[in-house]
């Protein structure tokens, strides 16, 4: 079995040796293996939409019996690259009347904390970029800036289509975010650690041998956490039936309405990249991380990781293509009166549980 992870650490150890060797301090060296670290990682990060782009319109377009891209490389595969090059090439025009600092902070402080929050996410076995006792605890904390950048780009757009688009998200995250955060009280219960990698770890246990120990698996508990997640993080990226923040029909585009070239796309970066985060963490939180179904471990725990993470993926840009855009007000009805009473009767289920099993 090929791991990638004990295979990169034997390459960072060789290359702060090397550096060591040629008059570099082992600080400086630890430095620069690290920073090459974080550059892969947000290399690596930037990719992700650009894949999820171009998957979602291959998706839709089977959904919808047309082809989708087709022209620019082999069945499109570089049309999103072409969009990109495009995007940064766009003139960049800021309103009169708009907050000039505002509007050019927004989709910085929108985009930057993603980059931060994969930082716990166990890709499979040595591929952690770092190993946070309260990774869960982490993740949440950073991403919840997002929401600042939201509502910077609506009120510093000078727009009144824009600034409802802004409040709106702004009430959507803080709302949802809180069945979210229940929905993961559970597991952390469950497995007594708030560490992803600790968590994704103590699913590979079996019964009988044969059926795996993820979290999803555990009956009512686990399907009923799995489903608050889910639907709260799709909510949490703004994506359809969720999409009131962005509402074309009522608010032309909502709070990125009038942001044009690099800082358009960087909205949509986080988008995806928020898209991918999320289901990497249901990954680690219910599905057993990078633990797998293969015998003797035949297959390594990073694609298995990477797998299960794109069909998750694939349930968000199935939801879109299926359902339609709910009502502002079922939306916030829906947070309150359905998904946080359930959170905690799920917390209460597990504690029950819990005291039982011990």
């Known amino acids: 079995m090929f791991e990638l992870g004990p295979v990169l650490s034997r390459a960072f150890a060789i290359l702060q040796s090397w550096v060591i060797l ?21 290399v690596g990060v930037s990719l992700v939409p650009m894949v999820l782009v171009y998957a979602e319109r291959k998706i839709s377009a089977f959904m919808q019996a047309r082809l989708g891209p087709m022209n620019v490389g082999p069945y499109g595969i570089f049309q999103t690259l072409a969009d990109g090059v495009k995007l940064l090439f766009k003139e960049d025009i800021i309103p009169i009347g708009s907050d000039r600092l505002l509007h050019v902070l ?8 993603v980059f931060i929050c994969y930082a716990p ?30 509502l910077m780009a609506g009120w510093g757009s000078g727009n009144k289509f824009s600034m409802l688009g802004g409040l ?24 007594g650690t708030q560490s992803l990698r600790g968590i994704a770890v103590a699913q590979e246990a079996r019964w009988y041998g044969i059926v795996p120990k993820w979290f999803i698996f555990y009956p009512v508990i686990g399907q ?22 962005e509402a074309e029909s009522e608010l032309v585009a909502g709070f990125h309405t009038e942001f044009s070239g690099l800082k358009f796309a960087l909205f949509f970066l986080a988008e995806y990249a928020y898209v991918f985060l999320s289901s990497a963490m249901i990954t680690a939180l219910f599905l057993g991380g990078g633990d797998g179904f293969s015998a003797g471990g035949i297959i390594p725990s990073w694609i298995w990781f990477i797998t299960k993470t794109f069909a998750i993926v694939f349930l968000f840009l199935w939801f879109r293509w299926t359902f339609p855009r709910l009502r502002v007000d079922r939306l916030m009805q829906f947070c309150w009166e359905f998904l946080l009473p359930w959170s905690l009767a799920n917390i209460a289920f597990t504690g029950l549980y819990v005291l039982l099993r011990s």
């Open 22 to 42: 040629h008059g570099i301090s082992p600080l400086g060296a630890w430095i620069l293996a690290k920073a090459i670290q974080a550059g892969i990682l947000v």
């Open 106 to 113: 927004a989709p910085m402080v929108v985009c930057a904390p």
């Open 121 to 150: 996410v166990p890709f499979g076995k040595g591929l952690l970029p770092v190993d946070l006792d309260i990774g869960v605890l982490f993740i949440f904390a950073v991403s919840g800036v997002s929401t600042i950048g939201i």
């Open 168 to 191: 709106r998200g702004a009430a959507q995250l803080v709302s949802y975010e809180i069945p979210r955060v229940l929905s993961v009280v559970p597991v952390l219960m469950f497995y």
């Open 224 to 245: 009923l956490a799995f489903l608050i997640f889910l639907i709260a993080s799709v909510a949490e990226t703004n994506r359809v039936p969720f999409d009131i923040p």
